[in-house]
């Protein structure tokens, strides 16, 4: 298991951007998928982008060309860059990760809120 702690969150303009981390205890390197999900008021948590330990990365179609995540093993981290901000990305902002094979797990930080408003 890792423990996942978020920051970043606050309240931003319409248009404007804002960069989350997680900083990640424990070994960056036995996690294969880290992952940004989140969940506005009253709708179910959704997934907003997703980084392997391959560096790959995927998207949901509504933050496409918006955000961007990534990953720095050396410090433990993983970043959620969000630009062209819209009302409708308000939500809190949860940091995930997942290891699969001998030693399986499912973390998830306690989440930041952004809000998105004029």
């Known amino acids: 298991q890792v423990q996942l702690v978020e920051s970043g969150g606050g309240l931003v303009q319409p248009g404007g951007s804002l960069r989350l981390s997680c900083a990640v205890s424990g070994s960056i390197l036995s996690i294969n998928i880290m992952g940004w999900y989140r969940q506005a008021p009253g709708k179910r948590r959704e997934m907003a982008a997703l980084i392997s330990n391959t560096g790959s990365t995927n998207y949901a179609d509504s933050v496409k060309g918006r955000f961007t995540i990534s990953r720095d093993n050396a410090k433990n981290a993983v970043y959620l860059q969000m630009n062209s901000l819209k009302p409708e990305d308000t939500a809190v902002y949860y940091c995930?990760?997942?290891?699969?094979?001998?030693?399986?797990?499912?973390?998830w930080g306690q989440g930041t809120q952004v809000t998105v408003s004029s």
């Open positions: 995930n990760a997942m290891a699969f094979g001998t030693t399986p797990f499912n973390s």
